[in-house]
């Protein structure tokens, strides 16, 4: 049994210890069918060529059906990412009451059961892989009289939960989580919410979307003003789509914080939303246009919000060819289509200002970065030692299996480019992933710019934020005969 199966359990111990339950367990083993690693080699491409679009953004999908399951009536939704990470909140907001369908032609319908109106659950609510489902749900549930066990898989129950644990006690629910390494809490975890909840003023310790919004969430079932105060801005999804559900939300500045207040206890109202693609997703394409050779792909309909496109701007600077078409609006977020050129890149040194604007696209950098002439340095990374895997560690292997020279610091990492020459590749070795499907998707980058190609162990953890990447990179690298 791994780790991970020890450690749920002892949540089921702690989990019947507290609320008395005997029957269903909250936490069972059986729950979690064991991990089949699926290992993939990506081999050097042809240029990209065409156009595609991406899948609708993550944030926003999780955000879209948690809000459509706080209102009252039907919430209709088009382009929602159907990865797994957003169909486990799907399966959360059902197993807490919500009726969520989807229609043959893709568009999903969410019957909220208002603000206040979650159900307890019958059993573990389980967020897989998805820490925007941990801590939202987290968040949501708080403030409601009802006691809920969260699990995770291997790569989630190492993940920090404190960070939120913190600010929710504070607002009067009680947790009783798994120890994990060096003192952090972790899943699995028993929540019992609050009811009513107690509104508080909470300045971010760390600049943390997911934090921001489990807070706001909370506070959406507790009487008063929540206050959340970020020194740092991040996406700011959360706020978009709480005022065009009828929030009453008011955001100030002061120097470069935003505070954000939030009048607790709304009637939120269902919404048509169109969820635009995800820059994330997005970024994997720009950085492989702009390194394979002749490449002239047009990405559609990518996310544009200036709290998520930090990479285009980074991307240019080190001398990418990203040209900006028809600007619009979709779903009150900004969105554009990209047209992404072949270009030489030079190393920069990355302005640690930027990273909330681009946190998830560190991994693909650095592969842009290992092909590029001259050094790139990074800092202010800290955040990318608690993604899906320790991004920074697992970046370095990485990029080191594939003949780079990488120094790695506590907060960055400084990458000596080739210049534009081929990657060596893996040769005899596998890059580990750690669940991680945005190191997995990196390095299938990297294979594209290398010469032996790249052998990645894992590529099932993609199917979390990226369905169909693979057949997607095929289209538009056709190979040789
Ligand atoms: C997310 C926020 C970010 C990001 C994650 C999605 C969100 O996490 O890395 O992929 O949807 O709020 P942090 O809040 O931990 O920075």
Redesign the pocket.
Known sequence: MGPSGRRIKNGARLAMHLCGCQSPAPFQEDDRMPHTPSPQTFRPAGPLRGSIAVPGD??IS??ALILGAMAVGETRVSGLLEGEDVLASAAALRAMGADITRDDDGTWHVHGVGVGGLLQPASAIDCGNS??SA??LMGLVASHGITVSFTGDASLSKRPMGRVIDPLSLMGASFTASPGANGTQCFPLMLEGAHPAVPITYRLP????????AVLLAGLNTPGITTVIEPVP??D??ERMLRGFGAQLDITQEDRARIIRLTGQPELQPQDLTVPGDP?SAAFFMVAATLVEGSDLTIRNVGMNPTRAGLVGVLRAMGADIEELEPREVGGEPVADLRVRHAALKGIEVDPAVV?SM??EFPVLFVAAALAEGTTVTRGLD?LR??ESDRLATMAAALEAVGIRVEESEDGLTIHGTGGEPLRGTANARIKTHLDHRIAMSMAVAGLASRDGVEVDDVAPIATSFPRFESMLSAVTPRPA
């Open positions: 993550k944030s999780h955000r820490g925007t801590r939202l760390m600049p943390s979307a997911q934090v921001k919004s991040t996406r999804h959360s994330s909330p946190v998830d955040e608690v993604k």
